[in-house]
């Protein structure tokens, strides 16, 4: 079997296993944590890069994760989850929760970022996630700029929001970009509920060329 035909199956497979009956707002999809969708106008832009780097260790971005899959399970939509350093821990969410959830899991980057193509092609989930913050910094420089761009004309054309997490800013074809502004300690993640609710969250809007600088939290 070829190449073409495996990833035809492929989809196919994907539209079977995770039908869609979710419609969101024509250009944004709500993300359910207010400090974002408060700071960028409603949620992630839909056919665009969304950058969110956090440089922090303990900025928040696992948890940020976990409430994004939970809105999609309440919104009822299924997201996809690209995991660069195959580090995402599914064993905080409910069963029925991991439902709405593709978990590509990955050992490099490069693998993550072919399967983000793949899936941005297939057009079957409205919020794909590229999670790559724990992958080494000379790994993802390893990725030509070309990869990206080419991930952006993809989404351009694909009725979904891609939102990819990085530990520092390296993504140029991202039309936002996001930073985690959050330092918190293990005792705090454990005695505090609800504290991917209270993310601090600074804006850079790329517009143009310029970047307009906002805060929120």
Same mark, same amino acid.
């Given at each position: 079997?070829? =190449? ?5 199956? #492929? ?5 079977e296993?995770? $039908?869609?009956?979710?419609? $969101? ?9 207010? =400090? ?6 409603? &949620?992630?832009?839909?056919? =665009? ?31 996809a ?10 064993q905080p ?24 193509d ?7 989930? $409205?919020?794909?996630?590229l999670?790559l913050?724990?992958? =080494? ?10 990869n ?8 351009e054309?694909? $009725? ?15 039309q936002?970009? #996001?930073?985690l502004?959050n ?10 509920? &609800?504290?991917?609710f209270?993310?601090?969250i ?9 970047q307009?600088?906002?805060?929120? &939290?």
């Amino acid at each position: 079997m070829g =190449a073409r035909s495996k990833v035809i199956d #492929l989809r196919q497979l994907l539209a079977e296993r995770f $039908p869609q009956t979710f419609a $969101p707002a024509a250009d944004r999809l709500a993300t359910g944590v207010p =400090a974002i969708d408060q700071a960028i106008a409603g &949620g992630l832009p839909k056919n =665009a890069i969304t950058e969110l780097s956090s440089p922090n260790l303990s900025a928040g971005s696992a948890l940020l994760i976990y409430a994004l899959l939970q809105n999609a399970f309440r919104a009822g939509y299924f997201l996809a989850l690209v995991d660069g350093c195959d580090s995402f821990d599914p064993q905080p969410m409910g069963n029925a929760q991991l439902r709405n959830l593709l978990w590509v899991r990955c050992a490099k980057a490069f693998e993550a970022v072919q399967a983000a193509d793949l899936l941005l092609r297939d057009g079957n989930f $409205p919020l794909v996630v590229l999670d790559l913050v724990l992958n =080494a910094p000379e790994e993802l420089r390893k990725i030509p700029q070309t990869n990206w761009y080419r991930l952006q004309r993809l989404v351009e054309t694909a $009725p979904a929001a891609f939102l990819i997490l990085t530990r520092h800013s390296i993504i140029s074809s991202a039309q936002l970009k #996001l930073t985690l502004d959050n330092f918190w300690s293990l005792a705090d993640l454990e005695q505090e509920e &609800g504290v991917a609710f209270r993310l601090k969250i600074q804006v850079n809007r790329v517009q143009g060329g310029r970047q307009i600088m906002a805060g929120a &939290g």
